[in-house]
């Protein structure tokens, strides 16, 4: 039998529009240089009712040197970034491994516009930041915060809040 048929029924990931009622979402990132944003945005557009995300962004040592080509399919579709989407649930961010490149802040600062009642946001910054680098990225993402969200930042096992 076809795994992706049962019966009558076809499940096919570019057919689905929406997974059902997810209120936490989990998504681990191995971009290897690649773009992420429009599968990112791909995922939560189907998922729009989550409360909490967790964003793992893993990193492996061979691919840091490896920059994606222009014309990578990586980038399809190429207006996610002004796409609209709402996020009416999503309260709790929670992003681990951010090192601060393009492609990573390019998507946190879509997820501060898109998640409408965002109230708590939680950066660990990956071990190769170092703590000036931590800095700047630390007032770069609040400046993409409104007022009311609760910043979290964690650095070589420290933390930070900004309320």
């Known amino acids: 039998m076809n795994p992706q048929v049962r019966g009558n029924e076809r499940f096919l990931m570019e057919e689905m529009t929406k997974l059902p009622n997810i209120t936490i ?6 971009a290897c240089g690649h ?6 945005f791909h995922v939560l557009k189907m998922s729009s009712g989550i409360r909490e995300l967790m964003l793992q962004l893993v990193t492996r040592s061979e691919s840091k040197a490896f920059v994606c080509q222009p014309g990578c399919i990586c980038a399809e ?15 709790e961010v929670a992003i681990n491994g951010l090192r ?8 946190v600062e879509r997820l501060f516009k ?16 170092s ?7 630390r ?6 915060s409104r007022p ?6 964690s650095h070589c096992g420290g933390s930070l809040s900004f309320d």
């Open 25 to 30: 979402l989990g998504l681990v990132v191995l």
């Open 35 to 40: 773009s992420f944003g429009a599968s990112s």
């Open 77 to 91: 579709p190429s207006n996610w970034e002004t796409e609209d989407l709402v996020l009416p649930c999503l309260k």
């Open 100 to 107: 601060g490149t393009e492609h990573e802040l390019a998507l």
């Open 114 to 129: 898109w998640a409408t009642t965002l109230e708590r946001v939680t950066i660990i910054f990956h071990d190769s930041i």
């Open 131 to 137: 703590e000036s680098n931590g800095e700047e990225f």
């Open 139 to 144: 007032q770069l993402l609040l400046s993409f």
């Open 148 to 153: 009311a969200i609760c910043m979290e930042f």
